[in-house]
């Protein structure tokens, strides 16, 4: 490349005035031979004449044409250096594009990924089998090695539509692992649970893995996924397993006591089971929380029959909470005509606080006679 | 016997740039200024003037305009640009330094 292959905008930018040799060198002689041609007007006018001046002109000048050499080669040395000064900005220029463009080229994989994501989520719907379940897999995989917790979570909604055998199990061990965040597992149990209504096998997976988890929200998900389609029976089995969670037998007793709000006579006798209630009084008394207590005994205050009276009587001789013996006491007043629930809450009084003393009072009074 | 003497190695530039100044003069105005204004110490020969006068007009310092003489003749008058000021400016302080410097080396005792 010569310097004349450079763009004209550029040249102005960078070179200046770019001039053919040619007109260079009769540029350069036009000067100087107007500068001889001023010194000869000179010489003429104080007094020489017009031959002698021209001599003199000439003499005075020297060499004309190694003057004329010396100023072109001036000419190209600084269209040297331009050169050079265009070259650097050039190479400032390519570098800043080379710069953009390996930004750029950085910034793709986002972008590939972006496009990755959509062909696999369309995939995924694909009317071909063969396409859905190469996506199934491929989806699982990226899941599984994937650190972002909102793209994992965003594959297990996308395949809770497709119940494949891969799906199911992968599903399965992120619900189970304790390791993983709640978040993650939370959608996994979620997806399962749409599953759940197809496949009988995650349904029932649901429903053992709820009853034996520790981790009160885990065990509460699973649970919800399954619960509408619990009977009673085998609610009251949740709660009287032995092999299960306090939180699911605590789930399992709030959804039995919900179903007698439903149809409380035909109900009832699930909740008043006596194993239930041995497990409600085991609920009660292995917690020092006053408010669990009382939100115990409140599932029972609806369900008034011998049992549940036989219930309240005995946690009165249990060492429950101030707060709970406040409601057991309001709920024994059900049965204070019933002569042995009254000796007992006469006999309670004694001992008791005076704010006891009254609340029994009042409840002894409501006696019909 | 003459006071001429030729001019000092690098000083070429600096004497050009300042007997140019804003007001545009052509290759032997600015000869003869520089003649003048040295007491005739210092003569510029042609062949030393042009070539510098290119390169200094390549640099940016000086810029090259043709006008029409009075005489009726095409002639190429230089002014300096701002570029060229800033390095005159430059050049002085540059050549002042130099100079008291050579003063303080001669008159020491």
């Not at chain 1, 003393?357 to 009074?365: D, M, T, V, Y």
Request: hydrophobic letters at 40%; a negative charge.
């Amino acid at each position: 490349m010569s310097v004349r292959d450079i763009p004209g905008f550029l040249q102005a930018t960078f070179l200046g005035d770019l001039r053919s040799t040619e007109n260079l060198n009769a540029e350069i002689e036009e000067e100087l031979l107007f500068h001889i041609q001023e010194r000869k007007d000179r010489l003429m006018a104080s007094g020489l004449s017009e031959a002698e001046s021209e001599a003199e002109a000439r003499r005075r000048f020297g060499d004309f044409f190694d003057t004329r050499q010396q100023c072109i080669k001036s000419y190209q040395l600084g269209l040297n250096l331009a050169f050079k000064r265009f070259a650097i900005a050039t190479l400032l220029v390519v570098t800043t594009i080379v710069s953009t463009l390996y930004t750029a080229e950085r910034l793709r994989p986002v972008k590939s990924i972006e496009d990755h994501l959509s062909q696999l989520f369309a995939d995924l719907n694909s009317s071909i089998a063969s396409h859905r379940h190469a996506a199934v897999i491929d989806a699982l995989d990226l899941a599984s090695n994937s650190k972002l917790t909102s793209l994992r979570q965003e594959i297990y909604t996308r395949v809770s539509s497709l119940p494949l055998p891969e799906v199911i199990a992968h599903l399965q061990d992120v619900a189970l692992d304790s390791e993983l965040e709640n978040g993650l597992r939370l959608s996994a149990i979620e997806s399962l649970g749409i599953i759940s209504l197809e496949v009988p096998a995650v349904n029932q997976f649901l429903l053992e893995s709820g009853k034996s988890q520790t981790d009160s929200q885990i065990c509460k998900a699973m649970l919800a996924q399954v619960v509408d389609r619990l009977d009673c029976p085998a609610l009251q089995s949740l709660v009287r397993a032995d092999d299960v969670s306090r939180t699911a037998k605590l789930f399992g007793l709030i959804e039995l006591q919900s179903r007698c709000g439903k149809s409380f006579e035909e109900n009832a006798i699930w909740l008043a089971d006596s194993e239930v209630l041995l497990t409600a009084r085991s609920l009660v008394l292995t917690t020092s929380e006053n408010e669990e207590q009382i939100s115990i005994v409140k599932l029972f205050r609806e369900c008034k029959c011998p049992p549940v009276r036989d219930w309240l009587l005995d946690l009165l001789d249990q060492p429950v909470q101030h707060g709970c013996l406040v409601h057991v006491l309001f709920d024994l007043g059900q049965y204070v005509n019933d002569e042995v629930v009254a000796q007992r809450m006469e006999a309670f009084a004694q001992g008791a606080d005076v704010a006891i003393q009254n609340h029994i009072k009042r409840s002894l009074a409501l006696r019909t006679r | 016997m003459s006071n001429r003497r030729p001019l000092m190695p690098g000083t070429l530039n600096l004497l050009i740039l300042k007997s140019i100044g804003e007001r545009g003069l052509h290759g032997l105005e600015i000869q003869q200024r520089i003649e003048m204004n040295s007491g005739k110490v210092f003569g510029v020969e042609e062949g030393s003037l042009y070539p510098a006068l290119h390169r200094l007009a390549n640099e940016g310092l000086i810029s090259g305009e043709w006008a029409i003489t009075e005489q009726k003749r095409r002639g190429k008058y230089y002014k300096l640009t701002s570029k060229g000021k800033k390095r005159l400016h430059m050049e002085i302080e540059s050549w002042r330094i130099c100079s008291e410097a050579i003063e303080k080396v001669l008159s020491f005792a």
